[in-house]
Structures are given as structure tokens and as C-alpha cells.
């Protein structure tokens, strides 16, 4: 073999060596790469990987700041020399800034030739190579630069092309880091205009009304809002327990955090614990995996648990364990969970009797009622029906997304019912009066399709409001409906309140299509 041919085998064998080198390099930095987004302990990682390999020794890289559109120092490898803070090049200042400039790798065989390395770091050998490449995300203009010292002047040109390789890497490690970043943000400010949408859907604003009774209640969701006592809301259906639950939640220190809902008349034992205190894997048929339960979903915020007074005896005695101690164990569990929650509950019924009759334990009530909350019946705010309805007119204008106006004469008619299904029933009479108004407005003929007027116990209904006939905002239709209201549909009555003749009136009523009601 001749020595031409030797050492051509040589070179071959070193080729193949560098090769295999550079692979295993490239492997061990792409999964480093792959494991998180963190971006600087990732680089700084990736230039020790390269410094251990005895290949590249000073990696720093540098990505580009988009606020400043400078090149800020993001990752170091030096034994002796921590990471420079605040450290910066402008796009042409220095080596870093010119490769970032021109957007193409360069090579200084020895660094102390190069006038224009500027030595801000402190942490390069003058006496050895230097080679910086580019970062591109794609085709795009370069997001950085990434440099390091070979330990001799030796195979550069394979360097450089090794370092591009890393580059490559790297850039799409920064493509990625940044698309969740942008990610996040969009996320977090869509998080921050939802919190803000719940925090006055569920406020006080979701509540109306001005009678003492209401705003009795309201003092004392603020006062409870504030601790983490267990609230108990008490008040026949329809009377809005959970707006006072939602009120109190978003309005307390754990509003950032979860607000789990229950109605616990709608399951029997055997779910309602499972429900609420969830299940483990095999507990029972169909439970094919783990479970969290409702209590587990709450932690740290709060639960409402809705017709508390319909769980039966045997199940009071769990829940009670969990109010007392914040402990339970799954279903078919062995171990004991703890949980920080705060309880809200509502009943509609009466537990003082059925602690008396023995159908609601005693203790489970006390624990339940630490602070009670009345929810009056609609029938006892009759003054807050005008104000109720409007703001529920309007809440059925946003779903229907049309305007909706509802008049006085509508009004006066609903003042009139005593209302057997509180706000829930108001609110679904006046959905049923949109649906039948074709113009968006309601007023007394509208609610009369509704059926209500035919519940209506004259005898029995509340007194109706003096209406102000001269008010400028009563049209001429309104103005002979308030009054021949008020006048019991007695029409000559009700022309002395409009002053009247008997005939005028009558002829307003033919003219303005006004159905007589016979009281």
C-alpha cells in the first residue's frame, strides 16, 4: 500500500469519525431542544452539549429583543464567567451585530486579527478562531446568532456547517417558543375579558332590586363575601339562591379560583356520592377509570350545593363529615382526601321542621346554617317588579338580538300577579310576550296573550301605582290604559282622570283599539 494511499484511508477515517461525531451531537441537541420551551436553560444546555463534545468551547447566543430590535445575549457557556445581564448589540455593531446585519456565517481564523470584535463579555481566547451563525426561523430575516471558539483553526469549513445545523435547530426551537408565547398571550387576555364578563355577569348588577328587604340581602352578601364562612341561602324556588351564590363567590378571595355547582335533587345516593366525592377505578359497574368528584373539582374555591334539603338521612351523615373535617374518600377508595372548599347551600323548604321531625339530621343543619340568607318572595318586592322587568326585557333583547321595549301599562298588568314562581317566572312570561310581539314591544295586549291576565285576582291584587297622566313619556295610548286602570275600567271614571267627557273617551278607546276588560 502505497503512502499516497494510506493516507488517503486516513482521511477517510477521520471523515467518517467527524461524521459520526457530529451525529451524536446533533442527536444529544435536538433532545435537549425537545424537552422544554424554556428558551435560556435550554440554550444553556445545548452550548455545554457543545463545549462537552471538545468540538465548540464559549458558545453564546444571542436572539433578537423585538421590542428594542437589538440582539440580546440570552445563553452563555463559560466555566468561569457567569451570563452578562443586559448585555446587547445593535444590528451592525461588533462581529454579533454584523452577522445578524448581513445575515450570513463568518470566520475569523484568529480573533486578536479582528479589529472590529469588540470583547464585551471578557470570556474569549484572542488567540484561537471564531465563528458566528446566523439564526433563521424559515426564510425569514434572522431571530439571532449563535458564536463559538474551535479549539484549533483546523476543518473550519466543517464547523461552520456544523454550527449551521445547530442553528437550524435552534430556530425552530425559537419558532416554536414564540408561537406559544404569542399563544399564551392571546390566551391570557381572552382569560382576562372573560374573568372580567363573569365578574359582572355574577356581580351585584345581576341583582335588582331596591325594596329593604333586597337591600338587606345585599348588605349582607357583601359582609359574607369577605370570610369563608358556609352560607346557607334560604327561599321558595324562583326567587335567585344561585345568583346570590354566584354573587358571593366572584365576590370573595377565591374568585380565581374553581366554583363547582350542584343540584342535589337531581340524583339519588348512590350517584349523589359519586358525584360528589368521585369514584376509583372498578368501584362499581361502568366505572371503568378514576374519577374526581365535585368536592375534589372545588378545591381551594367554593361549592354550591342547591335543594340541600332533599339528600336523605343516610347521606347527611357523609356529607357532614366532609363539612366538619374537609375529608372523604373516593368511592371504593381506601385513602383519605383533603380538601380546602368552601360550602354555599340553598333549600326551599322548611329544615327547622324537618330537624323537628327528624327527617334532616340536627347537627348537619347547624353546621349548614352558620349564616343564613333570605331570599324574599317576589310578592313581598312588588316595588321591584319595574325595574326587574326592564332588566329582563333586555335580557331577552340580547338573546332574541332585536330591541324589546316594554311599557307601563305592561308593567302595571304584572304588578298585579302575585307571582306563585317568583323571577323565574316573571322572566319566562316576559320570553313568552317577546315571542308574541311583533314590533319589539310589549305592553298590556301582549301580556295579555301570554295568559296571565287570566290568573289575575282582582280582589287579591296588590294596590297599583298612581300614575302621573301630564308624564310627557306616556304616549296617548298608555295615558287611557293607566287611567281607565285606575278607574277600575269604569270609563266614566277614568275621563274625570283624564278630564274627559264620558264620549271623548269612549272615542279614544274605538280610535286607539283598546279591549275593554269587564272587572
Same mark, same amino acid.
Given at each position: 500500500?502505497?503512502?499516497?494511499?494510506? !493516507?488517503?484511508? @486516513?482521511?477517510?477515517?477521520?471523515?467518517?469519525?467527524?461524521?459520526?461525531?457530529?451525529?451524536?451531537?446533533?442527536?444529544?441537541?435536538?433532545?435537549?431542544?425537545?424537552?422544554?420551551?424554556?428558551?435560556?436553560?435550554?440554550?444553556?444546555?445545548?452550548?455545554?452539549?457543545?463545549?462537552?463534545?471538545?468540538? #465548540?468551547?464559549?458558545?453564546?447566543? &444571542?436572539?433578537?429583543? %423585538?421590542? &428594542?430590535?437589538?440582539?440580546?445575549?440570552?445563553?452563555?457557556?463559560?466555566?468561569?464567567?457567569?451570563?452578562?445581564?443586559?448585555?446587547?448589540?445593535?444590528?451592525?455593531?461588533?462581529?454579533?451585530?454584523?452577522?445578524?446585519?448581513?445575515?450570513?456565517?463568518?470566520?475569523?481564523?484568529?480573533?486578536?486579527?479582528?479589529?472590529?470584535?469588540?470583547?464585551?463579555? =471578557?470570556?474569549?481566547?484572542?488567540?484561537?478562531?471564531?465563528?458566528?451563525?446566523?439564526?433563521?426561523? *424559515?426564510?425569514?430575516?434572522?431571530?439571532?446568532?449563535?458564536?463559538?471558539?474551535?479549539?484549533?483553526?483546523?476543518?473550519?469549513?466543517?464547523?461552520?456547517?456544523?454550527?449551521?445545523?445547530?442553528?437550524?435547530?435552534?430556530?425552530?426551537?425559537?419558532?416554536? $417558543?414564540?408561537?406559544?408565547?404569542?399563544?399564551?398571550?392571546?390566551?391570557?387576555?381572552?382569560?382576562?375579558?372573560?374573568?372580567?364578563?363573569?365578574?359582572?355577569?355574577? =356581580?351585584?348588577?345581576?341583582?335588582?332590586?331596591?325594596?329593604?328587604?333586597?337591600?338587606?340581602?345585599?348588605?349582607?352578601?357583601?359582609?359574607?363575601?369577605?370570610?369563608?364562612?358556609?352560607?346557607?341561602? +334560604?327561599?321558595?324556588?324562583?326567587?335567585?339562591?344561585?345568583?346570590?351564590?354566584?354573587?358571593?363567590?366572584?365576590?370573595?378571595?377565591?374568585?380565581?379560583?374553581?366554583?363547582?355547582?350542584?343540584?342535589?335533587?337531581?340524583?339519588?345516593?348512590?350517584?349523589?356520592?359519586?358525584?360528589?366525592? *368521585?369514584?376509583?377505578?372498578?368501584?362499581?359497574?361502568?366505572?371503568?377509570?378514576?374519577? !374526581?368528584?365535585?368536592?375534589?373539582?372545588?378545591?381551594? =374555591?367554593?361549592?354550591?350545593?342547591?335543594?340541600?334539603?332533599?339528600?336523605?338521612?343516610?347521606?347527611?351523615?357523609?356529607?357532614?363529615?366532609?363539612?366538619?373535617?374537609?375529608?372523604?374518600?373516593?368511592? *371504593?377508595?381506601?385513602?383519605?382526601?383533603?380538601?380546602?372548599?368552601?360550602?354555599?347551600?340553598?333549600?326551599?323548604?322548611? #329544615?327547622?321542621? %324537618?330537624?323537628?321531625?327528624?327527617?334532616? +339530621?340536627?347537627?348537619?343543619?347547624?353546621?349548614?346554617?352558620?349564616?343564613?340568607?333570605?331570599?324574599?318572595?317576589?310578592?313581598?318586592?312588588?316595588?321591584?317588579?319595574?325595574?326587574? $322587568?326592564?332588566?329582563?326585557?333586555?335580557?331577552?333583547?340580547?338573546?332574541?338580538?332585536?330591541?324589546?321595549?316594554?311599557?307601563?301599562?305592561?308593567?302595571?298588568?304584572?304588578?298585579?300577579?302575585?307571582?306563585?314562581?317568583?323571577?323565574?317566572?316573571?322572566?319566562? @312570561?316576559?320570553?313568552?310576550?317577546?315571542?308574541? &310581539?311583533?314590533?319589539?314591544?310589549?305592553?298590556?295586549?301582549?301580556? *295579555?296573550?301570554?295568559?296571565?291576565?287570566?290568573?289575575?285576582?282582582?280582589?287579591?291584587?296588590?294596590? $297599583?301605582?298612581?300614575?302621573?297622566?301630564?308624564?310627557?313619556?306616556?304616549?296617548?295610548?298608555?295615558?287611557?290604559? /293607566? /287611567?281607565?286602570? %285606575?278607574?277600575?275600567?269604569?270609563?266614566?271614571?277614568?275621563?274625570?282622570?283624564?278630564?274627559?267627557?264620558?264620549?271623548?273617551?269612549?272615542?279614544?278607546?274605538?280610535?286607539?283599539?283598546?279591549?275593554?276588560?269587564?272587572?
Amino acid at each position: 500500500m502505497t503512502t499516497t494511499t494510506m !493516507k488517503e484511508n @486516513t482521511q477517510r477515517e477521520n471523515r467518517v469519525d467527524l461524521v459520526e461525531a457530529e451525529l451524536e451531537t446533533l442527536y444529544q441537541v435536538s433532545q435537549i431542544l425537545s424537552r422544554s420551551l424554556n428558551l435560556q436553560d435550554t440554550l444553556q444546555e445545548v452550548l455545554k452539549v457543545l463545549n462537552d463534545s471538545g468540538r #465548540l468551547r464559549t458558545g453564546m447566543v &444571542s436572539l433578537l429583543d %423585538e421590542e &428594542s430590535g437589538e440582539l440580546m445575549v440570552s445563553a452563555l457557556h463559560d466555566d468561569e464567567k457567569p451570563l452578562a445581564k443586559n448585555v446587547r448589540y445593535r444590528p451592525g455593531e461588533g462581529i454579533v451585530g454584523l452577522i445578524m446585519a448581513r445575515a450570513a456565517s463568518l470566520v475569523v481564523q484568529r480573533i486578536s486579527d479582528e479589529p472590529r470584535f469588540l470583547g464585551r463579555l =471578557g470570556v474569549y481566547d484572542t488567540s484561537l478562531p471564531f465563528i458566528g451563525v446566523p439564526i433563521h426561523i *424559515g426564510k425569514n430575516e434572522p431571530v439571532g446568532v449563535i458564536t463559538a471558539q474551535p479549539p484549533n483553526a483546523e476543518q473550519l469549513r466543517e464547523q461552520v456547517r456544523f454550527m449551521e445545523m445547530v442553528a437550524n435547530l435552534i430556530g425552530q426551537t425559537v419558532r416554536l $417558543a414564540r408561537a406559544v408565547e404569542d399563544e399564551k398571550r392571546v390566551l391570557e387576555a381572552e382569560r382576562d375579558k372573560l374573568w372580567r364578563e363573569v365578574k359582572h355577569e355574577h =356581580g351585584f348588577d345581576s341583582i335588582v332590586g331596591h325594596t329593604p328587604v333586597m337591600r338587606r340581602v345585599f348588605e349582607q352578601v357583601r359582609q359574607v363575601a369577605k370570610w369563608n364562612t358556609t352560607v346557607l341561602i +334560604r327561599g321558595e324556588s324562583g326567587t335567585g339562591k344561585e345568583l346570590i351564590a354566584n354573587a358571593i363567590h366572584y365576590n370573595s378571595t377565591r374568585a380565581g379560583s374553581p366554583f363547582v355547582k350542584l343540584n342535589c335533587a337531581a340524583l339519588p345516593d348512590n350517584l349523589l356520592e359519586s358525584e360528589l366525592f *368521585g369514584h376509583e377505578k372498578g368501584a362499581f359497574t361502568g366505572a371503568v377509570s378514576q374519577r !374526581k368528584g365535585r368536592f375534589e373539582q372545588a378545591d381551594g =374555591g367554593t361549592i354550591f350545593l342547591d335543594e340541600i334539603g332533599e339528600i336523605s338521612a343516610a347521606f347527611q351523615a357523609k356529607l357532614l363529615r366532609v363539612l366538619q373535617e374537609g375529608e372523604f374518600e373516593r368511592v *371504593g377508595g381506601l385513602k383519605t382526601l383533603k380538601v380546602d372548599v368552601r360550602v354555599i347551600a340553598a333549600t326551599n323548604r322548611d #329544615l327547622e321542621a %324537618e330537624v323537628e321531625a327528624g327527617d334532616f +339530621r340536627e347537627d348537619l343543619y347547624y353546621r349548614l346554617n352558620v349564616m343564613p340568607i333570605n331570599m324574599p318572595a317576589l310578592r313581598e318586592r312588588v316595588e321591584d317588579i319595574p325595574d326587574l $322587568a326592564n332588566f329582563l326585557v333586555d335580557k331577552v333583547s340580547r338573546q332574541q338580538d332585536r330591541p324589546l321595549a316594554i311599557m307601563d301599562s305592561a308593567i302595571r298588568l304584572l304588578m298585579r300577579y302575585e307571582w306563585p314562581g317568583n323571577v323565574r317566572e316573571l322572566e319566562n @312570561t316576559l320570553e313568552r310576550a317577546a315571542i308574541m &310581539s311583533e314590533d319589539g314591544t310589549i305592553d298590556r295586549d301582549v301580556i *295579555g296573550l301570554t295568559g296571565l291576565e287570566d290568573k289575575l285576582l282582582p280582589g287579591d291584587a296588590p294596590p $297599583a301605582r298612581k300614575i302621573d297622566f301630564t308624564n310627557p313619556n306616556l304616549d296617548e295610548r298608555e295615558r287611557v290604559i /293607566a /287611567a281607565l286602570e %285606575e278607574a277600575g275600567w269604569v270609563q266614566a271614571k277614568a275621563a274625570r282622570l283624564l278630564d274627559m267627557t264620558p264620549r271623548q273617551i269612549a272615542y279614544r278607546i274605538q280610535t286607539l283599539g283598546i279591549q275593554v276588560r269587564q272587572i
